[in-house]
């Protein structure tokens, strides 16, 4: 997908009919700053693949259909600002590394089927309110 947009920094498709996994080559945007996918039908899980990009301030996937584990990966996005996930089919923990984002302002995991004990480095989060 970005082998001709590698200076692409925001791809919002918010609101469409699109269907199918979340395409590969996204992952490939290492200048990506937003990433909004919310109210489509993506499905899957999402990839370890999201970890490489790291310039990322903003993650929205919610009303999607993903299923499966959160990935550790998302503990790589030190610039996030916002993960916004909510109304999707995640399950399993909520990955610690999440909380080790300094810059994570907002997080918002609601209507999912995630399970386990919150974990106590949500206490340590300094800049989530």
């Not at 990009?53 to 030190?78: D, S, Y």
């Amino acid at each position: 997908m970005c082998n001709g947009l590698l200076e692409l920094q925001v791809l919002n498709l918010y609101g469409n009919q699109f269907y199918g996994q979340i395409p590969s080559g996204i992952y490939k945007c290492r200048k990506l700053q937003q990433l909004v996918l919310p109210l489509n039908r993506f499905s899957g899980s999402m990839p370890r693949e999201i970890g490489n990009l790291t310039t990322l301030k903003v993650l929205r996937l919610g009303q999607n259909n993903l299923e499966g584990a959160i990935p550790q990966e998302v503990g790589n996005l030190f610039s996030l600002e916002t993960l916004n996930i909510r109304f999707n089919g995640l399950t399993g923990l909520i990955p610690t590394a999440i909380f080790n984002i300094s810059s994570l302002k907002i997080l918002n995991l609601v209507v999912n089927n995630l399970s386990g004990n919150l974990p106590e480095d949500v206490c340590y989060c300094p800049s989530i309110y």
